[in-house]
């Protein structure tokens, strides 16, 4: 599913809190960068120049609120800063190749790890909620480099 901004600003607002000029801009900054994965840091250097008044604590903060109210999603992918990404509407998984020269995170579906889920879940009578899988490595941009 992919967001408007007009869907997210109902999501906040359904949850009682106020669309502030702040939160604007940072959800404005997800929804004209939805693909990437972005850090507080990279949402920050993202709206300083449309914002110079919002500081990094603000971008913090926000971030986190909209994490907790199941906007975002936040994610470690070992580079020493969480990134955020919306929140999946959809039953079907991503999952993340996660370059270790350059840290770009790619997205990639694969239905044979629903199926390897559902042989887990019925071979050890567990049921699964949820899953993440994170393959580390080097992209081919980093590649050709070498």
Known sequence: MTYTYEVLCEKLLA??????????TIL????????????AEDVYHLVKSKSP????????????LFAELGIL?????GDGRSRYEFTKQ?????????CINCHKVQEFDDDLLET???????????KIVDHDLKFYGICLSCQEQT
Do not use: C, W
């Open 116 to 126: 390897l889920e559902a042989m887990i879940a019925r071979k050890n009578s567990f």
């Open 53 to 64: 008044e919002i500081g990094l604590a603000t971008v913090y903060r926000t971030v986190d």
């Open 90 to 98: 959809e039953e079907h998984h991503h999952h993340h190749l996660i």
């Open 73 to 77: 999603q936040k994610m470690d992918f």
């Open 15 to 24: 949850k009682d809190y106020k669309l502030t000029p702040q939160r604007e």
């Open 28 to 39: 404005r900054a997800f929804t004209e960068h939805g693909d990437s994965h972005l850090s």
